[in-house]
């Protein structure tokens, strides 16, 4: 069992850095003066992504951050981030963004739909959406409803303590282990998990034409295999990278 878990955590390393490079260079494919980071925490992806531009003559770069001390701790660092409600009208002007991105966030949203909306108001005519998010139509996924496990759609901070302590806790003892996990914490659930073909469908609704799709980890398959099925079949991988352009 132990030889399992440490496979799929390579694995799930292994999917993450090839999804995240994938977004990262299509964000930086072609010039953005003006880029929003939905999810922005501290700032991470400004020096992941625009690093290498964002002494560029014009750039401009805004993030959008939930959590409050994250948003802060971006802002003393010198950045434009705001804390902010994704699930709510984004505070950006209409058609002021040539570039949108968002990775692991919509996932963790009460109204993904009407924030990809949003992503399509803020953009100009030709901006770019790089949308980074797991994928609920997996093979993995399929496996362990079939085997009455739990399948991971994020994680579930409860049920782990209940299986590791092997006895429930009151609601008073998590709340006081870590805080308020409904408001506090919106990075430990996972609301809505769209399948591949979904989330390409509401793109499109949304007025989004799709550039490229791609797929990333194809678990339980060895790492060696994993590229092959990726291009075979992108619509069963783990995560999924999809990027658009407004028309």
């Not at 496979?7 to 799930?12: D, F, N």
């Not at 939930?66 to 705001?82: E, F, V």
Request: with cysteine; hydrophobic share 40%.
């Amino acid at each position: 069992m132990t030889f399992f878990r440490n496979a799929l955590k390579a694995q799930y390393q292994r999917t993450m850095s090839e999804a995240y490079a994938f977004a990262r260079a299509a964000a930086t494919a072609q010039s953005a003066s003006n880029v929003l980071d939905c999810g922005s925490g501290a700032g991470a992806e400004f020096h992941a992504t625009f690093g290498a531009v964002n002494t560029a003559p014009g750039f401009r770069y805004v993030g959008l951050e939930w959590n409050a001390a994250a948003a802060g701790a971006g802002a003393s660092a010198g950045l434009d981030i705001r804390q902010s409600d994704l699930n709510k009208a984004l505070p950006i002007p209409t058609e002021s963004q040539d570039c949108v991105i968002a990775y692991s966030v919509v996932e963790h949203l009460l109204m993904p739909c009407a924030f990809l909306r949003e992503c399509h108001r803020v953009l100009k005519p030709g901006g770019r959406l790089v949308v980074l998010t797991p994928n609920i139509s997996t093979y993995f996924t399929a496996l362990q409803v079939l085997l009455g496990r739990m399948p991971s759609s994020g994680p579930h901070p409860d049920s782990d303590l209940l299986l590791e302590l092997e006895q429930p806790l009151k609601v008073t003892s998590l709340e006081r282990e870590m805080g308020d996990l409904v408001s506090d914490r919106p990075m430990h659930r996972h609301l809505v998990v769209f399948s591949f073909r979904a989330l390409n469908r509401f793109l499109q609704l949304c007025g989004f034409r799709v550039i490229s799709a791609k797929g990333f980890g194809y678990y339980p398959l060895p790492i060696g295999l994993q590229p092959i099925f990726e291009r075979i079949d992108p619509k069963h991988c783990h995560q999924m990278v999809v990027v658009c352009e407004k028309t």
